[in-house]
């Protein structure tokens, strides 16, 4: 493979750029594989690489119905951060966080990862109760978290509403400063062009259409590219996790919802953080070509459309502009939508199957992007070793039975509310 | 935005109502004997279909009567609404 470097650009630079080696191929599917990916988006690409990477098993494919990075890895707002409170949530992401931390020299691609902080802004004196009880949980696990009042929170963000008379005054926040954002489109690219380059098959535009399964023990998975064979399988398709499901007779706590986000046109630096509105759901922040990128609740109701609906982004952008006045004198530029697999506690699932050989990655809720690299990690361990790693031990299957949740927010079952 | 034809009210925009839902899941019976999966049935698991989809909503701005609704959830089209404890065709 072509390392990427200032060298390699100004070689090229004399051919105009013609010259280029394709950043990964386009195979036909083999008859059969040791472990098949379902889903080429970036928890599916990632799991591949690590898979390549730290487990050595190169004969592996990714089914990608669509396009890679076409779905929610080149569709959510690229926040990253680990301020959880729950040691499960927590642990994993702050490992996460390290994977970010190296992951543009790891991949030899620059994913742009901009530590800038994320600050949570409270509203209330209970609501800077918990921010502390929270922060305090994190530098437990060795988090960082620091918890600002109110003239803090003013100088990093003066453009916010500190007025007078405002309906949700702010009190204070609580900032991860470590946390912050990395170009999404890049992260799905790099791990693709790495995995391609260690023999993993990275096959687009072919739909999973059914299982083969004998003897509770998974053979392969049919295509709209033919019957491929496989010794393991992966799922890892957020959104269409249930579409998957009711293939094989599967009933899953999950449902399927949509969220939208915005951009509004660029400006100059204004915000260096990103923030997030204590008092409803809204968080912002500023691209790196100056647009605002914004997002906030789910519309509400069970949705495949990866469509939104005007009511919600008007109720998104009125908490926006209760938080920052300035947005309301923005366009918009951009609006989209995504589809997400909503876990019933706001938790993940990395876990084994009752069928033999059948790994499920799902329940990501709106937090997936951040958790891409350690998802890709623990899930290729489960693959390769049969078996959960720590880090990943809390995001069972059976802990709904069981009555093990994580249950970061306390929101219970309604996940169109959370 | 969504058009809601209430059984009670007649057509009215999304706004005015809150969704409840999955509408086929049934609690367990009182006074049952009942095992660990089936509440797990009834608290956690959903089939959340792509295509059709009865689920409740509540005519919050309204008349304030849960009803039920036959929607598509991947075009959004809604086939037919029902009062909460009418039969389901």
Known sequence: MQKYSVFSLIKNAFSDHQNWEVAWKDPTPKKEYDVIIIGGGGHGLATAYYLAKEHNITNVAIIEKGWIGGGNVGRNTTIIRSNYMHDENGLFSEFGMDLWRKMSQDLNYNVMFSPRGIINLAHSDAQMNAYSRRGNSMRLNGIDAVLLNREEVQKLIPMADFSDNVRFPIFGGLMQPSAGTARHDAVAWGYARQADSMGVDIIQNCEVTGFDISNGKILGVRTSKGDIKAKKVGLCVAGSTNILAEMLNMTLPIETHLLQACVSEPIKPLLDHVVTFGAGHFYCSQSDKGEMVMGGDLDGYNSYSQRGNLPTLQHVLTEGIAMFPFLSKLKMLRTWGGIMDMSMDGSPIIDKTHINGLYLNCGWCYGGFKATPASGWTFAHTIAQDRVHDLNAGYSLNRFSTGNLIDEKGLGTKTWIS | ?89
């Open chain 2, 1 to 89: 935005m969504l058009y809601i034809n209430c059984p009670h009210c007649g057509l009215r925009s999304q706004n005015e109502f809150a969704y409840g839902g999955d509408a086929t899941v049934k609690r367990p019976e009182l006074n049952k004997e009942i095992s660990d999966q089936e509440w797990d049935n009834f608290v956690y698991l959903r089939k959340s279909p792509r295509g059709k989809h009865l689920e409740l909503w509540h005519h919050i701005s309204g008349c304030r009567q849960w009803i039920k609704v036959e929607r598509d959830t991947s075009t959004h089209e809604i086939f037919k609404t029902y009062k909460a404890n009418e039969a389901i065709e």
